[in-house]
């Protein structure tokens, strides 16, 4: 024991780490782009109600917030939006309006102009993915009607706003990646249908714009396939998971096989929640940046010519698949278990990484920040499960004995958490509580057959690796049994839910905007995830009874803590209020907490300190009762 440490209950260590320095810390940094010594990326504002501003910055280190309050740069495609604008030569650029989603062109020294008109009704049309080739915009188009039916299509819009806007590609339920050939005269894109998920099965399709014929290059209904980028107007480069992994491939486009550039047992994609990202981004001399790993991806560079691949010493351990290249540098967001999340831009050549920005711009001593060890362990049946073990750590205190832990369970849930420094795991652990960040089985990052144990097993084995997770560490003597809880969001709330109703391993559940009942989430959630219980449960409506948290509610014994946004589109609050009732009814200690305004997400920085606070205090509680 260090002379300045002192032994201190657990979760009552003093930290540096506030509430508030956490809730300042979600910058959110996404989607960056480079062209040559400029870069831009989007950043949220916790502190002016969680708006995206879009961030220049010049080589001479001037960083300019391009769209003032009250503009707000995300689009609503899919709910969980993506890449909200495009770079337009001459130096202006393309947006989604969060209020509206409409586009709007911003030009130098001008205010924000509309592109595309209002919509009939609140919303209606929505963009995302924008690219502006010889004066329109290529995009993906989400049109909501009166009824509330959607449809997607991939279209060209004037950039002038002076004529009408043109359908290229429609008829499929979903639509990602357009990409045009360097003639102008194909456009590739992703396409799929319900039920599937983009993880499941989708094709890549080459359209001849001239009269519209269409060949399918790659995909199906059971394989996965991303990323179309050409290599010239004959051949494509694409990421599928045809092998089990989500590997490179390159094909022609007139029916050649697709040969596979560097075969790895490990991903080089990630599931596509969001539009716009890029898992790997060809450079101008043939070479191409491209991620691989299990878990966090590195950063290497590929010779396609003779397949191998090289990887790039840099100060970081994993990079997210949201790559961008003018042909010789190369944008990212990266991160290290002591780098929070950061803008960067990389030259291949080199290997020198030149940082721009960071999600937290104050961090404590870094004998506060735990040290994260990638762990796996048997679960049921012997299968392996995967984990992220965050141990307390704080230089002023020590405990004695096992620690308490709380099992992270990310959403989802086809989703996957990854060791990057985060404020939020710190602010526990500062305080003498340990963290264990669950990749159950159907998280992605350990390829298909591992993602594929969910299939129609959702509240069966991420439950099952939840209460494993909890054993493991009360047997490896981490964590004492008798003060482990459970937390997650979203679907992860849904396995906190149904974890605490089926074992006795916790000694409380906390649930951001969690999943409870499954037919009311069906007819109202929105339409991407409309058909995911299909894939997750079943078809069957009678098999959701036996597997939905509200259904065994009656097991639960332990306190619980639920928090949600009332404007919450994917999640929408009556599923937590109606588990919050039930466990009322019984007699169950629970606290519901909602906040106006907030979505599927909280993004402004009042709602986040207040949610942190509560959650430390629901943890001393059950702690140390």
């Given at each position: ?85 495009a ?52 995009c ?7 009824e ?8 060209s ?60 290059v ?27 992994w ?34 790997y ?75 721009f ?21 048997d ?23 096992p620690?308490?832990?709380?099992v992270?369970?990310?959403?989802g849930?086809?989703?996957?958490s ?33 993602r ?17 997770a ?8 981490l ?6 809880a ?25 649930s ?28 069957d409506?009678a ?14 014994t ?5 928090l ?11 599923q937590?209020?109606?588990f ?25 920085a ?20």
């Amino acid at each position: 024991m260090s002379p300045e440490q002192v032994v201190r209950p657990y979760a009552t260590w003093p930290s540096p780490i506030s509430t508030t320095g956490v809730a300042r810390s979600g910058l959110r940094l996404g989607f960056p782009t480079v062209s040559g010594t400029q870069m831009w990326w989007t950043e949220d504002r916790p502190l002016e109600g969680g708006r995206t501003t879009i961030v220049r910055q010049e080589a001479d280190g001037t960083r300019t917030q391009l769209l003032a309050a009250p503009w707000n740069a995300r689009t609503r495609v899919h709910e969980y939006g993506g890449r909200p604008y495009a770079l337009v030569p001459g130096g202006g650029l393309v947006f989604a309006n969060f209020a509206d989603q409409r586009l709007y062109l911003l030009s130098p020294g001008s205010e924000p102009e509309p592109l595309t008109p209002e919509p009939e009704h609140e919303c209606g049309l929505r963009y995302a993915e924008m690219t502006v080739h010889e004066g329109r915009i290529l995009c993906v188009r989400e049109r909501h009607d009166a009824e509330g039916r959607v449809s997607r299509s991939i279209v060209s819009i004037p950039l002038d706003g002076g004529a009408e806007t043109r359908e290229l590609v429609g008829g499929s339920d979903f639509y990602a990646f357009p990409a045009l050939s360097p003639d102008g005269e194909h456009l590739a894109y992703v396409c799929w249908d319900h039920p599937r998920m983009p993880w499941n099965g989708t094709e890549i399709r080459v359209t001849r714009l001239s009269d519209g014929l269409t060949r399918t290059v790659a995909g199906g209904l059971e394989e996965s396939v991303l990323a179309p980028s050409w290599r010239d107007d004959l051949s494509l480069y694409f990421i599928s998971d045809r092998s089990g992994w989500w590997n490179l491939y390159l094909s022609g486009v007139g029916g050649a096989p697709a040969r596979a550039l560097h075969p790895l047992q490990e991903e080089c994609a990630g599931p596509l929640w969001q539009l716009g990202g890029a898992p790997y981004a060809p450079l101008a001399d043939g070479r191409i940046v491209l991620l691989h790993g299990r878990g966090d991806l590195r950063l290497g560079v590929l010779d396609p010519e003779d397949g191998t691949l090289t990887d790039l010493e840099t100060p970081y351990d994993g990079w997210h698949p949201s790559l961008s290249c003018d042909g010789r540098a190369v944008a990212a967001i990266a991160y290290g278990p002591e780098i929070p999340r950061a803008v960067v831009r990389l030259d291949p050549a080199t290997g020198n990484a030149e940082e721009f920005r960071r999600d937290a711009t104050e961090l404590p001593d870094p004998a506060y920040l735990p040290v994260p060890r990638a762990v796996e362990f048997d679960g049921k049946a012997g299968r392996r499960v995967h984990a992220i073990v965050y141990p307390p750590v704080s230089p002023e205190a020590r405990g004695e004995g096992p620690a308490p832990y709380v099992v992270f369970v990310h959403g989802g849930p086809t989703a996957h958490s990854v060791s990057a420094l985060d404020l939020e795991k710190a602010f526990f652990t500062s305080r003498g509580i340990g963290v264990l960040d669950l990749n159950y089985g159907g998280s992605t990052g350990y390829g298909r057959a591992y993602r594929d144990l969910l299939h129609e097993q959702w509240g069966i084995v991420d439950v099952e690796d939840a209460v494993s997770a909890a054993e493991w560490l009360a047997a490896e003597g981490l964590a004492d049994s008798r003060r482990i809880a459970i937390r997650g969001g979203s679907a992860g709330g849904w396995t906190v839910m149904a974890a605490c109703c089926a074992s006795d391993a916790f000694a409380g559940g906390v649930s951001y905007y969690g999943v409870s009942a499954l037919a009311s989430f069906v007819t109202t959630t929105h339409d991407f995830e409309s058909r995911y219980i299909d894939w997750l449960i079943g078809a069957d409506p009678a098999l959701y009874g036996p597997r939905e948290p509200l259904g065994m509610v009656s097991k639960v014994t332990c306190p619980m803590l639920l928090l949600q946004g009332l404007s919450d589109p994917v999640v929408p609050p009556e599923q937590s209020q109606a588990f919050a009732d039930a466990l009322a009814e019984r007699g169950i200690p629970c606290t519901y907490l909602t906040f106006e305004g907030e979505s599927h997400g909280f993004r402004r920085a009042e709602t986040r300190s207040t949610a942190l606070a509560t959650e430390l205090a629901f943890y001393q509680q059950i702690f140390h009762s």
